[in-house]
């Protein structure tokens, strides 16, 4: 999705509450602009088991009840992108997975 210089973005981190060592450890990281619309639509997803991240899908299906949708930071364009990539620097695995989830 592409986004405005002056539009208000989120950065989000859907991860396993009971499990998670938190954003930039394990789960998945976006950005949206629509907070609401976007957890409806990853949880819709997951809950049809047709999410596009399969690491995230199979620890969705362990254990649902317990996932989370966690706001982590609102702000322009420019500095949620640079939050963003500073995390997924963290994030990401030795194959090159931008969207780790244990």
């Known amino acids: 999705m592409r986004f405005k210089k002056s539009d208000q973005l989120f950065l989000y981190h859907i991860r396993d509450a009971a499990t998670s060592g938190g954003i930039g450890y394990d789960g998945y990281v ?5 907070p609401k619309r976007r957890k409806r639509e ?4 997951l ?11 199979t620890a969705y299906n362990k254990s649902p009840a317990s996932f989370q949708f966690w706001i982590a930071t609102s702000g322009n364009k420019e500095s949620i992108e640079a939050r963003e990539l500073r ?5 990401t695995d030795d194959s090159g997975d931008r969207d780790r989830c244990a």
């Open 30 to 34: 976006g950005i949206t602009d629509n």
């Open 42 to 45: 990853h949880f819709a997803a």
């Open 87 to 91: 995390i997924l620097v963290n994030v």
């Open 47 to 57: 809950a049809n088991g047709t999410h596009s991240n399969a690491k995230l899908q």
